[in-house]
């Protein structure tokens, strides 16, 4: 059996040696207990430090070790298809991980045992969250539970760290969307699911690369890309306003009818803003719908490799 872990990274020198070192310690590791033979494959989504060059040197100095350099940032979802597209013609089964492992890479050897029992997607779950600020951690809550609320498929606190075997990763392959949301589309695939939980660790080095504007943009656009739950809403929010409409029509007509003149320019004005906002809000969550759209019919290329080693 061979396993590639695929490593997406932006602009990770500072920790990257470290993970190489960690992750090769851990091959041999695989090696002894599962006889599974075990390649790292780093794919540099346009770093702009110096990532590339110590991926090119990993490569040369570990038979382990393989890279790919994106021409472009193409962002962490585009950067992980990459590395498991090189990967499919070249593996039993794939994992995929974070360059900070601030996920546990020990599970792995878990996932490759239930991968052997017939598991064919294992996830790997966070328990705890003590290692992550106060702020970070209600952000990370908030957004799996939102999450949760448009697609109940998504699973509480796994990001995108998983294994993967090489017929799913075949059936994944097979979809050609370019609004890619990885946590909700693999749990679409339906083949047998494994679970392995572990608590989240400290960043070693360099800086989170999902701070709260990048957290909330990924949010809206998975939410956006796999569910049509905000549109759902605007129709529950103009349903209400129709009902709101009809009972303030019929409320008028029968104070008119008393001969008693409605006073009040405040009422007023509170509900066009109040209308006026939900119909603003209607309007943008369709043109993001429509964006999509026009971003799908276009079929650009979800990225280019540049160079590999």
């Not at 699911?193 to 608590?199: I, L």
Request: aromatic letters at 12%.
């Amino acid at each position: 059996m061979k396993i590639n872990i695929v490593i997406p990274c932006y602009n990770e020198q500072e920790v990257l040696a470290k993970t190489i070192d960690v992750l090769g310690k851990l091959s041999e590791r695989i090696k002894q207990e599962t006889g599974a033979d075990t390649q790292l494959l780093l794919v540099d989504d346009g770093s702009k430090d110096h990532t590339w060059l110590m991926i090119k040197e990993a490569a040369e100095a570990h038979p382990f070790v393989s890279g790919i350099k994106l021409s472009h940032n193409r962002g962490h979802q585009n950067a992980l298809w990459a590395g498991m597209e090189a990967s499919i013609d070249h593996c039993d089964a794939m994992v995929s991980i974070d360059a900070d492992l601030q996920d546990d890479e020990n599970v792995i050897l878990d996932m490759v045992k239930q991968l052997k029992e017939g598991k064919d997607i294992i996830y790997g779950v966070r328990k705890e969250r003590k290692t992550d600020t106060f702020f970070k951690r209600f952000t990370a809550q908030a957004f799996y539970k939102i999450m949760q609320m448009a697609d109940k498929e998504v699973i509480y606190n796994h990001a995108d760290f998983r294994m993967m075997s090489n017929r799913t990763l075949k059936a994944l392959m097979q979809y050609s969307e370019r609004n890619l949301f990885l946590r909700a589309i693999v749990r679409e695939l339906g083949f047998k699911e494994g679970f392995v939980y572990y608590d989240r660790k400290a960043r070693e080095a360099g800086e989170s690369k999902y701070p709260l504007k990048k957290m909330l943009a990924f949010s809206i656009d998975g939410i956006t890309s796999f569910s049509v739950a905000p549109l759902k809403f605007i129709t529950f929010m103009g349903l209400a306003m129709t009902f709101v409409a009809i009972v303030m029509i019929l409320f008028a007509l029968v104070e008119y009818f008393k001969g008693e003149t409605i006073q009040g320019w405040t009422s007023m004005l509170v509900s066009l803003w109040f209308i006026g906002g939900i119909i603003t809000t209607g309007v943008g969550i369709t043109g993001l719908y429509i964006g999509k759209i026009y971003t799908e019919v276009k079929r650009r290329p979800r990225y280019f490799i540049e160079e590999r080693v």
